[in-house]
C-alpha cells in the first residue's frame, strides 16, 4: 500500500508562483511514473505533467513553458514548480504514482487528497 500527501496549494495572484509537492511512503513497491493532475470545476482530471524513471518529462500544452515537474527518488517525492500562473489555471491538483508492487507482483496506481490552487485576477 502507497500513501500519498499532496502540500503546497493555496492563493496566488495572476502571474504568481507556487509549488506543489507530494511524498510517498508505504513499502514494497518501485515507485516509475510520477504525474500530476488537474481538475477544474465540473471537469475531468487531466495529466498535466508525467515525468518518467528515467526522468523524460511530458507536459500538456497548456502549461509547457511555465510548469516544471521533478523528483526526489531518495526521499519518494514529486514536485511541480508552477509560474506565471494564469485565473484558468485554478482547480485541485493531484499526484499520482505508478508503482511496481513488490508483494503481488503487478503495477498500481495511487493518487494524493488533492491540493487547491486558486489564482485570482
Known amino acids: 500500500q502507497v500513501q500519498l500527501v499532496e502540500s503546497g496549494g493555496g492563493l496566488v495572484q495572476d502571474g504568481g508562483s507556487l509549488r506543489l509537492s507530494c511524498a510517498a511512503s508505504?513499502?514494497?513497491?518501485?515507485?516509475?511514473?510520477m504525474s500530476w493532475y488537474y481538475q477544474g470545476p465540473q471537469q475531468e482530471r487531466d495529466e498535466v505533467a508525467r515525468i518518467t524513471l528515467g526522468r523524460a518529462t511530458i507536459y500538456k500544452d497548456s502549461v509547457e513553458g511555465r510548469f516544471t515537474i521533478s523528483r526526489d527518488d531518495a526521499k519518494k517525492m514529486v514536485f511541480l514548480q508552477m509560474n506565471s500562473l494564469k485565473p484558468e489555471d485554478t482547480g485541485t491538483y493531484y499526484c499520482k504514482v505508478h508503482v511496481w508492487n513488490m508483494i503481488s507482483s503487478q503495477y498500481e496506481d495511487y493518487w494524493g487528497q488533492g491540493t487547491q490552487v486558486t489564482v485570482s485576477s
Open positions: 508505504g513499502s514494497s513497491f518501485r515507485i516509475t511514473d
